[in-house]
């Protein structure tokens, strides 16, 4: 069995798939539940000084695997929300990271209540709605740094266009990062009725699951690159596979939002344990093995190979069981489908797609 413990700032997590700030963060019996359900760590729905007025409706099923929410932060005063939650949620055992926001002056407050309480390991504040100035970026980490004694994380809004700008601005005053939050704003609406499906004011809310883990996957690996400081990746995840592509783009754990709205709360526990079976497969003893190994050479030549001009689909005919998904899915009718699968070479651009859905494995980029 791999080791699954992860550490993040001196913090040991048991796994390394977290909760995330949302609807199923949102207080101790949902939490209570994440643990039951295997999750590694806590991090708790995002307070502010102000407690948030939530519009209704505000989540979204925009496709099977994909949501729209409008949900905004917690509806519960913090003060309260420290007394009557937080403390309970430390009783689960589990290390917790409290998600706070937004301006300069709420970190302020919010660092200085919460300091010295000992109900957390960390703490996570997001960017979502700080405004794009980079300046105030360094302004609002420095406001919670200098009020709490325990690691402080920014939790990065995809809408962030400059990150080496943003990193070297950060790097210096927290202590890692975590990315990404959802991304939008985005609109839906009912074609009939022309209604938004979310109720805020404009109906446009922001999009999370499934469509956003390559944004993410970005994110983290870029991340990884700019800063030697720990990265915790969120966006998309659904399967043990998603958490191993985050650890290798160079995340050391992962946190799980829209999985855990439309799954339910066991998803933690079974994201784990497939990331276990994965990592005893393919021979990964621990997390530390898998983290940043995207960026090694020998794990990249084959992306380098792809720009290689004679690089073409090559079919292995004893795994082809002529499905026709290649053939369909070529706009530039570049595969046959006669007795055995045929390449048109002539009319191959390379694009590649065929190989990604081919069932079966029988395609595959290949030297001519
Ligand atoms: C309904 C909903 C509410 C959310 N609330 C918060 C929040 O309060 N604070 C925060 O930082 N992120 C919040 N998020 C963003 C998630 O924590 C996460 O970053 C994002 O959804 C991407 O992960 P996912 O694809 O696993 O959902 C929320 C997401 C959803 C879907």
Redesign the pocket.
């Known amino acids: 069995m791999a080791d699954l413990k992860t550490n993040i700032c001196g913090i040991e997590f048991v796994n390394p798939v977290f909760t ?4 199923t963060s949102a207080n101790y019996e949902m939490l209570e539940r994440a643990k039951l359900g295997g999750a590694g760590g806590i991090v708790t ?2 307070i502010s000084v102000i407690p948030a007025r939530v519009p209704i409706p505000n ?1 979204s099923n925009f496709t099977p695997n994909n ?1 729209l ?1 409008a ?1 905004l ?1 917690s509806e519960i005063p913090y003060q309260k929300f420290i007394e009557s939650e937080l403390k309970r949620i430390r009783s689960l055992g589990l290390p917790v990271i409290a ?1 706070v926001g937004y301006s300069p002056e709420d970190l302020e407050i919010l660092g200085r209540t919460l300091n010295g309480t000992g109900l957390i390991d960390a703490v996570e504040f ?1 960017i ?1 709605y700080v405004d794009k100035d980079a300046g105030n970026l360094r302004t609002t980490a420095l406001a919670l740094k200098k009020n709490i004694n325990v690691p402080v994380l920014a ?1 990065f809004s995809p809408a962030v266009s400059n990150l080496p700008l943003a990193i070297e601005l950060l790097d210096d005053v927290i202590d890692g990062y975590v990315a ?3 991304v939008g704003p985005a609109l839906d609406f009912d074609v009939e009725t022309g209604k938004p499906f979310l109720g805020s004011m404009d109906g446009r809310g922001w999009l ?2 499934r469509a ?1 883990l390559p944004i993410g996957l970005h994110f983290v690996a870029s991340i990884y690159s700019l800063s030697k400081k720990p990265v915790i990746g ?4 659904r399967t043990g596979e998603d958490v191993v592509k985050y650890l290798m783009a160079g995340a050391s754990a992962v ?5 855990s ?1 439309l799954k339910g709360q066991n998803v933690y526990g079974k994201i784990a344990g497939d990331l276990n079976k994965w990592m005893d497969k393919h021979n990964y003893p621990d997390i530390k093995s898998l983290v940043g190994k995207f960026h090694q050479q020998e794990m990249r030549k084959q992306y380098f190979l792809f720009e290689d001009k004679q690089i073409l689909p090559t079919v292995d005919l004893s795994l082809c069981d002529k499905c026709g998904a290649c053939v369909k899915i070529c706009v530039h009718n570049a595969l046959k489908l006669n007795e055995h699968l045929e390449l048109k070479k002539e009319l191959c651009v390379r694009c590649g797609i065929c190989t990604q859905v081919c069932p079966t494995g029988a395609l595959e980029m290949k030297e001519e």
Do not use: D
């Open positions: 995330a700030a949302g609807p729905k995002t989540i949501l929410n949900e932060w998600s997001s979502h939790k990404i939050n959802s999370s699951g956003i969120v966006g998309g995840i946190q799980v939002c829209s999985a709205i």
